[in-house]
């Protein structure tokens, strides 16, 4: 059968391959993937949040604007060679009104496409997408990643609606239009995770409001939405699409034994996922070490689902960047594990080298 290829695509093609990204490859420095970034009018959205020990909230907050004076300059002081940009939790993911949202996705995307502009030798992007329509979110992606030259798309969790009671989760079938999309553009899509509504806080945290957020609500809200995508069969219809999981993956590769001996006993009840979580960590996930510097933990991924699955990122500015790269650095690896962690895995993923 002959296949028209249309000549936007062609285009493309030969564009790309004349500007090949060029970015600081130093050889030895490393990656930083989930790095937080914001613009002025969303800095209410991480007013709240307890800052870093010995930091004030306004400390914080500026570093969450700034991008070529202090986050620069701890860079290259802690030897990290790019650093991809996403928008700070929850940004496009608690807007409830769909029009607005895809307005403001569009607006912060072009704006950070402008403000790394004059160094992308250092700063990449990744999309903030609105996720209320799986279609129009597939265009977006498209679009930062065509025309703005993204590197795939920071999902902060599940989409609020303007409906208070349903929640927006992509592992559902309106959303195969979208990861149709990631497969086309053969892009990356990080989860990151995002604070819970206020029905969710009430009926779950109010007994213990502490655990609200990064210490505990952040992995469990966040490990049910990756683990709805494998259970789904997101990846068995789409098996190429990659997904990154932070903060050492949100948990999951910790308790990979109970999660595939108990789902056994959904498989008889008509769980559709035809592989074990376990093997979809070798095919589609992918974990970071962002804000979580356990060595300990870390030995025992790699044994659960490999080095080659597992990439540095620090998590800036909610975690220093001399916590994380002291940390990294340090880890009793040989050199060439060491240079995997530290940028192979990246490089390869984010198609840096291409
Ligand atoms: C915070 O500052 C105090 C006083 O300078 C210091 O002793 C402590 O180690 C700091 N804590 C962290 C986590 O940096
Ligand atoms: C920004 O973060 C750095 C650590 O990465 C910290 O030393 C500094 O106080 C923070 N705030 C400002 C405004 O630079
Ligand atoms: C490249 O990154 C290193 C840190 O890994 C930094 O010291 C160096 O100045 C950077 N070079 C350029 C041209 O930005
Ligand atoms: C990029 O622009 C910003 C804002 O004007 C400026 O602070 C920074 O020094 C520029 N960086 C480069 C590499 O020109
Ligand atoms: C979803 O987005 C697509 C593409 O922009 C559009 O054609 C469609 O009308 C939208 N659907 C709704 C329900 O808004
Ligand atoms: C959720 O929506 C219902 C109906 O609009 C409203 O009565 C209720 O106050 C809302 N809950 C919160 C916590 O906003």
Redesign the pocket.
């Known amino acids: 059968m002959n296949r028209v290829v249309p000549i936007s695509s062609i285009l493309y093609l030969l564009a790309s391959c004349a500007f090949a990204r060029k970015w600081?490859n130093?050889g030895?420095?490393?990656i930083a993937i989930e790095e937080a970034w914001t613009v002025p009018d969303l800095l209410f959205q991480s007013a709240t949040i307890p800052p870093p020990i010995n930091q004030t909230i306004d400390e914080f907050l500026a570093n969450l604007t700034d991008i070529h004076n202090q986050r620069l300059a701890h860079?290259?002081a802690?030897?990290?060679?790019?650093m991809v940009l996403s928008c700070a939790t929850p940004c496009i993911q608690s807007m409830t009104d769909p029009v607005m949202a895809e307005q403001m996705a569009f607006q912060i995307n072009n704006q950070l496409a402008q403000d790394i502009a004059n160094?992308t030798?250092?700063f990449g992007a990744f999309a903030a997408l609105s996720m209320h329509n799986a279609s129009q979110a597939a265009l977006e992606l498209e679009r930062t990643v065509k025309e703005l030259g993204f590197l795939g798309a920071l999902l902060n969790d599940f989409q609020e609606t303007p409906d208070n009671s349903t929640l927006l989760y992509y592992d559902q079938p309106e959303y195969d239009v979208f990861w149709q999309m990631v497969t086309d553009l053969d892009v990356p899509v990080y989860m990151h995770p995002r604070p819970n509504t206020a029905e969710v806080i009430q009926l779950e945290f109010q007994h213990a409001i502490w655990l609200e957020g990064s210490s505990q609500s952040f992995a469990t809200t966040l490990s049910t939405h990756v683990l709805g995508l494998c259970a789904n069969g997101i990846f068995d219809r789409f098996p190429k699409v990659k997904v990154i999981v932070g903060h050492l993956g949100e948990r999951i590769p910790s308790d990979l034994f109970r999660i595939d001996e108990q789902l056994k006993r959904s498989l008889v009840q008509g769980l559709p996922m035809k592989e074990t979580i376990t093997s979809y960590w070798h095919t589609n996930l992918f974990e970071t070490t962002s804000g979580n510097f356990a060595t300990d933990l870390l030995q025992f991924h790699i044994g659960q689902i490999g080095l080659d699955r597992i990439m540095f990122s620090v998590d800036y500015p909610y975690v220093t960047m001399e916590e994380g790269a002291t940390w990294v650095d340090g880890l009793p690896l040989d050199e060439q594990d060491s240079l995997q962690i530290k940028r192979g895995l990246a490089i390869e993923l984010l198609g840096l080298d291409k």
């Open positions: 600081n130093t030895i420095g490393k860079m290259d802690t030897g990290i060679d790019f160094n030798l250092r």
